[in-house]
Structures are given as structure tokens and as C-alpha cells.
């Protein structure tokens, strides 16, 4: 029987290790790096690497993440969803409204009797919504055979409208404090909560998108539909499919949304489809479809989260902060066409 040496072990990890570091992630994290550095330097006292601050970034870039890994599986499948981020949106409104139904009135102590319930309730129903604005995309994409960029700017319209309809244009205020400080800024082993559910869904997704039938279909219609279908593949089931994960990715977003503000922010999202595609691009998923990379799309997350906290810290206007993600968004979609060229 043969038995491995050490020094065959010891070859096998530097090959990883080189392509590894070879890889798109590992030039994001290079990225992310210098970006740090710089706003370390630039910003006074110290304070963009203040433990607080740190924890800001990354329960900010929970919801980031979720709309990216939907995403990642949309944009691998050809297609793309413009909706994600009026979806979040949408679907935290409406959880939002059910949690100030169901909870009850407070209490002299500031409790709300039904707290508990309601908040459960109001996560499902953000998932719920979410999902049907994604089953809304699928089933408009493949039964008008009209081109996703269109009938997600469409919906994209719809839900935000929706959203506005269902509180006049205004917040929902009354939500119980338990759904901060139980959820949005607990933390675990100094991380917070919000992040690390996101991360174990993130591992979940990568896996489902490597390993299982709706991946590989995904990224084979990516890549040929017509080829895809000649091989078998239900194009028209694995799109629909594709498009209620990025709506139920974008309706949990919604939850965590009004988890870390104890509020809706319905004007609040005007980029953050923006910074989503932004990352998933630059994470190595395909504007064009046929490759996509949860894991690159992950890491790819906080550049625009660590951008707007640089910014905020360093006392740049918010109208900058606008033009570097849309600076971010244009090298990201330039960085994929030489990727296609290579």
C-alpha cells in the first residue's frame, strides 16, 4: 500500500495556495486591504478601526450579501434582476406592518405583549413577499419571453410604488425594540448576528451552486440556452427557479433591514441594487451568464460597504458617495470583459 509523504502533502498546499491566490478573491481581499489602509490613515483618530465601526460594516453588509448570492445564481443563468433592491424594500414594509399589527400595544414598561410571535411572523412574511416578487419575475421572463432587464425594471417600479401605497410614502414607526436589540445588533463571539446567519447562508448557497441540479442547470443555461435545452434542461423551470432565490434572498434582506434601524427606510435604497452587482461582478460572476462565484460575490460585498464608511469617516458628501459606486459598478463590468477576453 502506498502512504503519502510529507513532501507530497507539502506540494499539494502550495499548489492550492498559488492558485488560490491566482484567484478573484484573493485580489478582492488584496482590494479590500489597501482600502483599509487608506481610510485608516485618513480617517481621524483612529476611528474606522474601532471595533464599533467594524461591526457597522459588517451588520451592513448582511443585506448586501443576500440580494449578491441571489444574484450570483440570476446573472449565472443569463438573466439579471433589477428588482432586488425595491424588493427588499417592499417586503420590509409589509413585514414591518404585520410585526406593529400583531405585536400588541406597549406596556408602561415599554414591552409589547406579543413581541415575540410577531416578530417570527413578520420574517416569514418579508421571505413570503419576497419570494412572490421573484416567482412575479420568473413567470414574466419566460412566459412573455421578454428580456429579463426589462420586466425586472418593471417590477423594480411596481414594488417600490407598492411599497409607498402601503404606508403613504412614510416609515412604519411602532416597531418593538426587541427586534434591534434582540436580533440586529446582538452579537456572537463579538461578530454580529445579522452577518453571521448571512454567512452560513452564503456557505449553503455557494454549495447549492457548485454541487446540485439547479447550479449546474443554472450556469448551463448561462452559458447556451439552446444548448442547455437540447441537453435536457428545463429552461424555463430553472429560470422561474433562479429568480424566487434572488426574491427570497431579497426578502430576508428586507427583515434584516428593519432588524438594524428598528424602522423601514423606504428612500434608504436608492443604490443598493447598484452595490449588489457591483460586487457580484467583481466577485467573478458573469454579466453574460455561464460563470458565477457566490464566494467571490461574498467577499466582493464589503468594498462597497467599506467605501461608504470610509467616506462617511473621512467627511466626503454623500453625492460622492453616489458617484464611487457607480465608478465601482463601470470597473466592475470592464474587469468582467477582460476576464471574457482571457
Known amino acids: 500500500m502506498t502512504t503519502m509523504t510529507p513532501e507530497f502533502t ?14 478573484t478573491p484573493a485580489y478582492i481581499v488584496a482590494a479590500l486591504v489597501v482600502l483599509i489602509i487608506v481610510f485608516a490613515v485618513l480617517a ?7 471595533a464599533g465601526n467594524l461591526q457597522a460594516i459588517g451588520r451592513n453588509s448582511a443585506e448586501l450579501i443576500l440580494l449578491a448570492v441571489g444574484l450570483a445564481f440570476v446573472l449565472g443563468a443569463g438573466h439579471i434582476d433589477l428588482s432586488v433592491g425595491a424588493n427588499l424594500v417592499l417586503s420590509s414594509v409589509a413585514s414591518a406592518s404585520v410585526i406593529v399589527h400583531l405585536s400588541g400595544t406597549a406596556s408602561d414598561t415599554g414591552a409589547f405583549p406579543h413581541a415575540g410571535p410577531a416578530i417570527a411572523i413578520g420574517a416569514a ?22 428580456n429579463s432587464f426589462v420586466i425586472t425594471l418593471g417590477t423594480m417600479g411596481i414594488a417600490t410604488g407598492a411599497a409607498q401605497v402601503l404606508t403613504n410614502g412614510a416609515n412604519v414607526a411602532g416597531i418593538p425594540p426587541d427586534v434591534q436589540t434582540g436580533i440586529g445588533l446582538r452579537k456572537v ?31 448551463a443555461i ?17 429560470t422561474i427557479k ?31 441594487m447598484l452595490q449588489a452587482l457591483s460586487a457580484v461582478i467583481i466577485g ?23 467605501l461608504l464608511s470610509g467616506f462617511v ?30
Open 284 to 306: 467573478g460572476t458573469s454579466l453574460f451568464g455561464g460563470r458565477a462565484s457566490v464566494t467571490g460575490a461574498v467577499v466582493a460585498t464589503f468594498i462597497p460597504t467599506v
Open 44 to 50: 481621524p483618530s483612529g476611528r474606522f478601526l474601532a
Open 222 to 238: 448561462g452559458s447556451s440556452s439552446p444548448g442547455a435545452a437540447r441537453a435536457g434542461v428545463n429552461v424555463d423551470v430553472t
Open 125 to 146: 412574511v418579508a421571505v413570503a413577499v419576497g419570494a412572490v416578487v421573484g416567482l412575479l419575475n420568473g413567470m414574466l421572463v419566460t412566459k412573455l419571453r421578454v
Open 189 to 219: 463571539l463579538g461578530l454580529p448576528l445579522p452577518l453571521l446567519a448571512v454567512v452560513v447562508v452564503s456557505l449553503v448557497a455557494g454549495i447549492a451552486l457548485a454541487q446540485t441540479r439547479l447550479g449546474r442547470h443554472a450556469l
Open 242 to 272: 433562479v429568480f424566487v432565490l434572488a426574491g427570497l434572498m431579497s426578502g430576508a434582506a428586507g427583515f434584516i433591514d428593519i432588524t438594524q434601524f428598528g424602522t423601514t427606510a423606504i428612500s434608504g435604497h436608492d443604490t443598493t
Open 313 to 342: 469617516m473621512v467627511g466626503v458628501s454623500s453625492f460622492y458617495q453616489n458617484i464611487g459606486i457607480g465608478a465601482v459598478l463601470i470597473i466592475a463590468v470592464w474587469l468582467d470583459q477582460l476576464r471574457g477576453r482571457h
Open 10 to 23: 507539502v506540494g499539494s498546499t502550495s499548489r492550492v495556495l498559488g492558485r488560490w491566490l491566482k484567484s
